[in-house]
């Protein structure tokens, strides 16, 4: 098979023609001549060396959706490790803490970027129960002897900038994703679903709430600030792994996770808690892996921009990688949800299939994506990514989940390359 003057389809190497006979090429090939604007490279990546068995244009950037946030979830693990933690602190004043339990002046809860930090209700409702618990910390508090507050809760949130919207975005994506914030409680929601207007004020309030309960007497107000050198740590509270972060995340395929993660990348990564650092970090990570291609551009975490830009060969290049080093990889391939389940609980639900591919989503106006990884009836194991920008977002999710099908029935397992 030749590669087509206008480089519309390559398929398996150049010069070969075992591919013609491919059914998963023949899908993605039917639908991509009448919607161009795609890319696509499925690869066989149990060999020593890859297989390409069908792509498309693999090195065309496209908009990713919500499959960016592969992209998002490889930064977060390659920067702090599957089994990293957040800790949230309450600290006093320096030398504050007096007889009889006494902090004399306020108490700083100190955000360190957990986009899961929770009440125990919204854990269970809005979390699948994977919350850092603000009660936690506040029995902490308690256990640790401290009876009483008398300076209020000053609230820091400086690891990242104030910057409550990812680059880019339109105004409506207010209501796709909170403001984003240093300290967020409840993913920044008010108690009526809608977006809080400060997200130090509520943590701070809810972090008030949670100490009253636990037996903590607080006076004072609550305010933004930054804590003060030399303060001695009163409780703290550690997060679920981040393992567990990203399966929450990339099951339901949550925006707010997907944006915090991306500013913790550069906050740990870079000493910059911003947007752009962890879009930079993350292009970085993935240019010393011989991964990004030229046209990607990395604009936010979650794939609401439509600004951001990332090709087919870049996402399986990730995939392919997350296979071959399972001290990471096992995280991020284990995140992504089975057919059936999460965003595929619609699709990809048949008995030859549900089982045997784990897929990330994506969906934006103008956009459907699917990349992941699946394995054939014979035991033939597949790194996948389809970007199609088109109008036809069922007729793209049809061929999607046609091609993923014909991969997990072992249809491709005769190309050779």
């Given at each position: 098979?030749?590669?087509?003057?206008?480089?519309?389809?390559?398929?398996?190497?150049?010069?070969?023609?075992?591919?013609?006979?491919?059914?998963?090429?023949?899908?993605?090939?039917a639908f991509a001549t009448r919607n161009p604007t795609t890319s696509a490279l499925?690869?066989?990546?149990?060999?020593?060396?890859?297989?390409?068995?069908?792509?498309?244009?693999?090195?065309?950037?496209?908009?990713?959706?919500?499959?960016?946030?592969?992209?998002?979830?490889?930064?977060?693990?390659?920067?702090?490790?599957?089994?990293?933690?957040?800790?949230?602190?309450?600290?006093?004043?320096?030398?504050?803490?007096?007889?009889?339990?006494?902090?004399?002046?306020?108490?700083?809860?100190?955000?360190?970027?957990?986009?899961?930090?929770?009440?125990?209700?919204?854990?269970?409702?809005?979390?699948?129960?994977?919350?850092?618990?603000?009660?936690?910390?506040?029995?902490?508090?308690?256990?640790?002897?401290?009876?009483?507050?008398?300076?209020?809760?000053?609230?820091?949130?400086?690891?990242?900038?104030?910057?409550?919207?990812?680059?880019?975005?339109?105004?409506?994506?207010?209501?796709?994703?909170?403001?984003?914030?240093?300290?967020?409680?409840?993913?920044?929601?008010?108690?009526?679903?809608?977006?809080?207007?400060?997200?130090?004020?509520?943590?701070?309030?809810?972090?008030?709430?949670?100490?009253?309960?636990?037996?903590?007497?607080?006076?004072?107000?609550?305010?933004?600030?930054?804590?003060?050198?030399?303060?001695?740590?009163?409780?703290?509270?550690?997060?679920?792994?981040?393992?567990?972060?990203?399966?929450?995340?990339?099951?339901?395929?949550?925006?707010?996770?997907?944006?915090?993660?991306?500013?913790?990348?550069?906050?740990?990564?870079?000493?910059?808690?911003?947007?752009?650092?962890?879009?930079?970090?993350?292009?970085?990570?993935?240019?010393?892996?011989?991964?990004?291609?030229?046209?990607?551009?990395?604009?936010?975490?979650?794939?609401?921009?439509?600004?951001?830009?990332?090709?087919?060969?870049?996402?399986?290049?990730?995939?392919?990688?997350?296979?071959?080093?399972?001290?990471?990889?096992?995280?991020?391939?284990?995140?992504?949800?089975?057919?059936?389940?999460?965003?595929?609980?619609?699709?990809?639900?048949?008995?030859?299939?549900?089982?045997?591919?784990?897929?990330?989503?994506?969906?934006?106006?103008?956009?459907?994506?699917?990349?992941?990884?699946?394995?054939?009836?014979?035991?033939?194991?597949?790194?996948?990514?389809?970007?199609?920008?088109?109008?036809?977002?069922?007729?793209?999710?049809?061929?999607?989940?046609?091609?993923?099908?014909?991969?997990?029935?072992?249809?491709?397992?005769?190309?050779?390359?």
């Amino acid at each position: 098979m030749v590669t087509l003057s206008a480089g519309v389809l390559v398929l398996a190497a150049a010069g070969t023609s075992a591919a013609q006979s491919n059914p998963v090429d023949r899908t993605i090939d039917a639908f991509a001549t009448r919607n161009p604007t795609t890319s696509a490279l499925v690869q066989r990546i149990d060999t020593n060396a890859p297989i390409t068995v069908a792509s498309w244009r693999p090195e065309t950037a496209l908009a990713p959706a919500s499959t960016m946030k592969i992209i998002t979830s490889a930064a977060a693990l390659l920067t702090v490790g599957p089994d990293f933690r957040f800790t949230t602190r309450l600290e006093s004043g320096r030398d504050a803490r007096g007889p009889g339990g006494v902090v004399s002046g306020p108490a700083y809860l100190i955000g360190a970027g957990d986009p899961m930090l929770a009440t125990r209700s919204y854990s269970r409702q809005s979390l699948d129960g994977l919350g850092t618990s603000l009660d936690d910390l506040a029995r902490d508090v308690r256990e640790q002897g401290v009876k009483r507050i008398t300076g209020g809760v000053v609230v820091d949130e400086t690891l990242f900038d104030r910057k409550r919207m990812g680059p880019r975005w339109k105004s409506s994506y207010r209501y796709e994703c909170p403001p984003l914030s240093g300290i967020a409680t409840n993913q920044n929601r008010a108690n009526g679903g809608s977006n809080v207007s400060s997200p130090t004020i509520a943590a701070g309030r809810r972090m008030v709430a949670a100490l009253r309960r636990a037996g903590v007497r607080v006076s004072g107000g609550v305010r933004t600030g930054q804590d003060v050198p030399g303060g001695d740590v009163i409780g703290q509270v550690r997060s679920e792994r981040i393992e567990r972060v990203l399966d929450f995340m990339n099951a339901r395929s949550d925006n707010f996770t997907a944006e915090i993660l991306t500013k913790d990348v550069g906050a740990y990564a870079a000493g910059r808690g911003t947007t752009a650092a962890g879009t930079r970090e993350a292009e970085d990570l993935l240019r010393r892996r011989g991964i990004l291609t030229a046209s990607d551009d990395f604009v936010d975490g979650s794939g609401l921009s439509h600004s951001n830009r990332v090709s087919a060969s870049t996402l399986v290049g990730v995939l392919r990688d997350a296979e071959a080093d399972p001290s990471w990889g096992d995280a991020l391939v284990g995140s992504l949800p089975r057919g059936g389940e999460g965003t595929l609980i619609r699709r990809l639900k048949g008995p030859a299939v549900r089982k045997r591919v784990r897929a990330k989503t994506g969906y934006i106006n103008g956009v459907a994506s699917l990349a992941g990884t699946v394995t054939s009836r014979s035991g033939a194991r597949y790194a996948f990514a389809f970007l199609m920008n088109t109008s036809d977002i069922s007729g793209a999710q049809k061929a999607m989940d046609r091609a993923v099908t014909l991969l997990a029935t072992g249809r491709a397992d005769g190309v050779t390359g």
